[in-house]
């Protein structure tokens, strides 16, 4: 048989109780009596999010096929975590539905009454092999051997997504934004359009690409709004935006003069020229 259902938050109580109708289906009675070891049958099983006292995985039974070749429509059809995959079953025997569903087949529990199909159930990749009859402690044995499989493989599939999430936080980063209140405007400056900030009195002149703006901050509060990965401090009253410094020049002083790409010229200090440089070679 196959059984399918969404994922739902259920009270440990509840997980009890579908555990024990599970392990009386797939063949095991309470207290070890031996179930029915001549059925060919198969269960297929999809993972819950967690019950909501401890969190941990489990599974619901929707569903049973008892011919092999209507197992693996069930599995195209329904995409289960896991299959309690009888050995003996008309049509296709438990190791021909395998063949069939190949290398993306959902986890295996190989659950018959001979032990002497264990091995070639090991050569197939299965994740358990449950010789009836069996105990209660054996089955919840083997539901844990199924979270922990499970929950590798969700470590796994993150691992490999892992590029992907990193490239949409950079997008996000790209995206940052300064919001600037002045009065009652609220002004909102991408920081990819911020060219460089000075400070004017007790103000903060913003130079940004096609406008200025005059705030009443300091410069040292704006600083910690913006990226420290993009914007730098070249001396007491300048920030800049190091994807805007189009070249550096040494000076005689030992400062260092930068031309942004509006055209400003400005000086940085020899107390910041090496944190501006650490910035922009750990960029590049």
């Not at 289906?25 to 059925?39: F, I, L, N, T, W």
């Not at 049973?64 to 050995?87: I, K, M, N, Q, Y």
């Not at 010789?131 to 969700?154: C, G, M």
């Not at 060219?195 to 901050?217: N, T």
Request: charged content about 30%.
């Amino acid at each position: 048989m196959v059984a399918v259902a969404e994922p739902r938050r259920e009270h440990p109580c509840f997980v009890d109780q579908k555990r024990c109708k599970l392990r009386d289906a797939v063949g095991g009675q309470p207290g070890g009596r031996p179930g029915d070891g001549e059925r060919g049958e198969c269960f297929a099983l999809r993972s819950e999010d967690g019950c909501c006292e401890c969190g941990e995985p489990d599974f619901e039974l929707v569903a049973e096929c008892t011919h092999g070749s209507d197992t693996v429509a069930a599995v195209a059809r329904e995409d289960p975590d896991v299959l309690f995959l009888d050995v003996r079953m008309p049509g296709l025997d438990g190791f021909d539905v395998l063949r069939a569903l190949g290398p993306d087949a959902p986890a295996v529990v190989f659950v018959t009454a001979y032990d002497h199909y264990a091995p070639q159930a090991f050569e197939r990749h299965a994740v358990e092999y449950l010789l009836k009859p069996f105990t209660d402690e054996r089955f919840a044995d083997v539901v844990e051997h199924l979270r922990v499989r499970l929950r590798e493989q969700h470590y796994a599939s993150l691992a490999a997504r892992l590029p992907e999430v990193l490239e949409r936080v950079a997008e996000k980063a790209a995206a940052r934004q300064l919001v600037i209140r002045d009065g009652g405007r609220t002004h909102v400056i991408k920081d990819d359009e911020i060219v460089w900030l000075e400070a004017d009195d007790y103000c903060v002149k913003i130079h940004a690409r096609g406008r200025h703006l005059l705030v009443r901050e300091s410069l040292r509060t704006l600083a910690r709004r913006l990226d420290p990965a993009v914007f730098a401090r070249v001396h007491r009253s300048a920030i800049v935006n190091t994807r805007c410094i189009t070249s550096i020049e040494p000076l005689a002083s030992g400062d260092q003069k930068l031309l942004l790409a509006d055209g400003t010229t400005l000086r940085v200090s020899r107390t910041r020229r090496a944190a501006l440089m650490r910035l922009l070679t750990a960029r590049h």
